[in-house]
T-cell receptor
């Protein structure tokens, strides 16, 4: 049982490039979400999904797209990277939207030059 | 979800109990208190949660005051590996904000 996995661990992009951050969970959780964490700050919610085929915006969705074609996977796409998107990105999952017990991945550290 | 207030930092000697306070004076009747911690460069880790009764698990104890306006997370025998940022989060299972609202937390430093 790997829990929540994220790839890559580190990534450097140039302004304007696009990329996809991968997130997968093997706990059959319905609810998955993406957060970003900037230095000295708490985590902020980007997008979330309550099940396959259903996604919605969180607090800071601009510049990011998500899709949920399977229960296990929830990729986050940066459409045209900007330096303001330099951050650490965490994926999380829980068995339902109501559950406050969430399991987090190890994070992806992204730098946009 | 109700707002929480935590001290920015605390020290504790290794082997002693670490008591981390949290104020949540505007908590509503259906809101739970959750505690997470984040060890440097890692993803947040769930510790414990409660509604109004005190709770204990293998990691920690959670003491919630009778009026529910504050709580204390207790790490009974702190070790150096407990050095982390600890987040107190108040959340309702239904009707609250999506996701978890993380503040700045308390940076707990365990001293050898």
């Amino acid at each position: 049982n790997a829990g929540v996995t994220q790839t890559p661990k580190f990534q450097v992009l140039k302004t304007g490039q696009s990329m996809t951050l991968q997130c997968a969970q093997d706990m059959n959780h319905e609810y998955m979400s993406w957060y970003r964490q900037d230095p000295g700050m708490g985590l902020r919610l980007i997008h979330y999904s309550v099940g396959a085929g259903i996604t919605d915006q969180g607090e800071v969705p601009n510049g990011y797209n998500v899709s949920r074609s399977t229960t296990e996977d929830f990729p986050l796409r940066l459409l045209s990277a900007a330096p303001s998107q330099t951050s650490v990105y965490f994926c999380a999952s829980s068995y339902s939207r109501a559950a406050g017990t969430q399991y987090f991945g190890p994070g992806t550290r992204l730098t946009v030059l | 979800d109700a707002k929480t207030t935590q001290p920015p930092s605390m020290d504790c000697a290794e082997g002693r109990a670490a008591n981390l306070p949290c104020n949540h004076s505007t908590i509503s009747g259906n809101e739970y208190v959750y505690w997470y911690r984040q060890i440097h460069s890692q993803g947040p880790q769930y510790i414990i949660h409660g509604l109004k009764n005190n709770e204990t698990n293998e990691m920690a104890s959670l003491i919630i005051t009778e009026d529910r306006k504050s709580s204390t997370l207790i790490l009974p025998h702190a070790t150096l590996r407990d050095t982390a940022v600890y987040y107190c989060i108040v959340r309702a299972p239904v009707g609250g904000a999506d996701g978890l609202t993380f503040g700045k937390g308390t940076h707990l430093i365990i001293q050898p």
